[in-house]
């Protein structure tokens, strides 16, 4: 219940500001002109804003009360109610004309996902990349019109010279694009699909172009390992995480552990994925035990590596270090440590089976990894 009462809201003076409470005001300017305020802490920035609910004229107390309460739900939902309401705006208007922008939209929809990034990087990508690739080409086609010439046009000078970014680039506008569709802003299939589309158009990677990381040998692991035990880093506790993940740097520098991991089974959503499909990755106890994780660099990684080491060995090169040991030193089938790995084996009908019955040699292989990584040394979070 509030504090305020249609006599105090009756009486207000030039000059007042009278607290309802729970961040609801009521503002009266030198000229006496009153309006309702909503005082609130963006769950998205942690900054303090100030959102107008409308004169006192048009508005009344009961009405302010309840829009108040909508905006306290919206942010109990990690939603900043002010971006909310401008994408409101902005989709009403969109559906009204028709004309709504890639850019405009893309911008609501990175607004409207960015509450569950909980991941600073993880946002900046999304809008940087864009920006620097995307909307110089397709930002002011209405986003109803972005078709495959358009995402060619974005796609095709950055393919062969930076093949991660375009990788990265095709799979946001994949996205963006998905989410005008489900809210009625365009139809037909998405002009960014990989499979069965631009991989007709777009040249897979050639194995001449891979790029071969240097891989710490697998039996210097345990003592790598109980070196690495004694570090209280945030760089430590990610790279002890990604080797008993065999995950890659980008997988778990973006992992929103509060989203992503539902007891032992983490699931990596597609969009991060190199091959563009979810991957679900057991995790051990001394893996739960890493979390959660803050972002670092992979330059911080590199350096924890070389100050534990003499090797060359990169962050990367530890999937390989993964795959030499399972294949040396147990017995699980290739096909077991190949998607451990997210890598693809066999044709399609052979992938869904395995994706749905291998979880569990998964597993067993995780926790042998798990051991043998921490074999030279008892771990202590």
Known sequence: MGILTAAHVKHAKPG??????????????????????????????GKERFMGLGPMRDVGLAQAREAAGAARALIRNSIDPIEHRLAERAKAKAKATGTITFEAYAKQYIASKEAGWKNEKHRQQWSNSLRDYAYRHIGQLRVSDVDTAAVRKVLD?????????????????????????????????????????????????????????????????????????????????????????????????EMDPGAEVKGDLWTIPALRMKAGKEHKVPLTAIA???????????VTLSNCIARHTNSPATTHGMRSTFRDWAGDCTTFPREIAEMALAHAVGDETEVAYRRSTALAKRRALMNEWADYCMSAYPFTA
């Open 288 to 298: 739960l035990a890493q979390l959660p994780i803050r972002p670092v660099s992979d």
């Open 157 to 253: 000078p950055i393919w062969s010279e930076k093949k991660e970014t375009a990788r990265r680039v095709r799979g946001r506008i994949e996205a963006i694009l998905n989410g005008a569709k489900a809210e009625g802003l365009r139809t037909g299939e998405n002009p960014a699909l990989w499979r069965g589309h631009l991989d007709q158009f777009l040249a897979r990677r050639r194995k001449s172009d891979v790029q071969h990381h240097p891989a710490l040998p697998y039996e210097e692991i345990p003592r790598f390992m109980m070196s690495l035990a004694s570090d209280t880093s945030d760089a430590a506790r990610m790279l002890r995480l990604i080797i008993l993940t065999a995950c890659r740097f980008n997988e778990a520098c």
């Open 16 to 45: 007042d500001k009278l607290a309802d409470g729970d961040g609801l005001r009521l503002d009266v300017d030198k000229n006496g002109n009153a309006s309702w305020v909503f005082r609130f802490t963006s769950p998205v920035t």
